[in-house]
């Protein structure tokens, strides 16, 4: 059984994990394997107190210098504490995931939209429900003000990194919850670092997709049958949870679709969904409102559009919608 810490957990003699529970927005776990001379961080987190907690976090568990760092995909709270590793330490990602922190809006700009959406929260309508909403993704996070470091070393496919005598195995499996998904299967371990492929005990949100990618990937995820998986978000879990998460995907495909072809927005498809007596086994998951913004991509790939990451108009009416789902599911 892992070992607890407060929030620093121990997997086995050289693997932890820094988990930030119960796994809601910008609430993202994070990794360290230790080797004989060397040591891997897998993702920092985006606000600035936390990430440094992080690092305080690592080397009170470990004497080896960092060498290496992984980002598993592009979400500013898997990587926008770059700037707290050392600078000697290189940092992978995959190609996909490089060209997406490129172009996605930097944290000065959510900075500063979270902080017009708390002003905007009183306002009625869509303004004041995207406001509200925007204020909880960010969740008063510390957010750095510019761009930090950008990793230095990318792959398209796999890649093993060797630590101080043990094997990392990534695994690119986006485009599927962003451009590029990767997972860190440290295997001596027993332990895979799964980034956002997993949430656990929180509704998944999927930006990009094609969905049958991330299934694909829950499909390979169950294959490894590791001993214990840690997700981007929630508690550490085995394989029970991991088919809750697929068959929540399978469900939202198929209720979703049949609400599109009915010609119903995805907002009013949501506030059916979530009555139907199917939701129930995710009816627990924490921010269930999250369905609208599965749906609101959903309904773009049910269309044929290509797969690609939320304008900033999808995303706004998304959240904004999630906004509106939020306060009629609580009252
Ligand atoms: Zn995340």
Not at 1 to 19: E, K, N
Not at 26 to 47: C, E, F, H, K, Y
Not at 73 to 86: A, K, R
Not at 274 to 279: D, H, S
Request: aromatic letters at 8%; glycine letters at 10%; a negative charge.
């Amino acid at each position: 059984m892992p070992v607890r810490h407060d929030q620093l957990t121990q997997i086995d003699s050289g693997t932890y994990a820094f988990m930030h529970l119960p796994g809601g927005w910008g609430q993202t776990n994070t990794g360290l394997v230790v080797g004989n001379d060397a040591s891997m961080v897998i993702d920092t987190v985006w606000d600035r107190p936390r990430a440094q907690a992080n690092i305080e976090a690592w080397s009170s568990v470990s004497d080896a210098p960092i060498t290496e760092a992984v980002n598993t995909h592009s979400d500013g709270d898997h990587w926008w504490g770059n700037n707290t590793l050392p600078e000697s330490a290189r940092i992978t990602t995959s190609a996909t995931a490089l060209i997406a922190m490129k172009e996605d809006t930097p944290p000065g700009a959510v900075g500063a939209f979270a902080a017009i959406g708390r002003l905007a929260r009183p306002i009625p309508g869509p303004a004041g429900y995207l406001g509200g909403y925007m204020h909880q993704v960010t969740g008063g996070a510390d957010l750095p003000r510019r761009l930090p470091r950008l990793p230095d070393h990318t792959f398209a496919d796999t890649e093993d990194i060797e630590v101080g005598g043990r094997v990392a195995r990534l695994r690119n499996f986006g485009p599927a919850h962003t451009p590029g998904d990767l997972i860190v299967h440290v295997h001596d371990a027993g332990v895979v670092f799964t980034g956002d492929l997993l949430f656990i005990g929180a509704t998944p949100v999927i930006w990009h997709g094609p969905l049958e990618n991330w299934i694909s990937a829950i499909d390979h995820l169950l294959q490894l049958d590791a001993g214990t998986y840690v997700p981007g978000h929630g508690p550490t879990c085995g394989r029970a949870e991991i088919q809750l998460l697929r068959d929540y995907w399978v469900w939202l495909s198929q209720a979703g679709r049949a609400q599109h072809s009915a010609g119903v927005t995805p907002l009013a498809a949501a506030r059916t969904l979530v009555r139907t007596p199917e939701f129930a086994p995710f009816a627990q998951w924490g921010s269930p409102e999250r369905i609208v913004l599965n749906l609101s991509t959903l309904y773009r790939l049910f269309e044929g559009a290509e797969p690609a990451p939320p304008t900033f108009a999808r995303r706004a009416k998304a959240f904004a919608d999630a906004g509106r789902l939020q306060r009629d599911m609580l009252s």
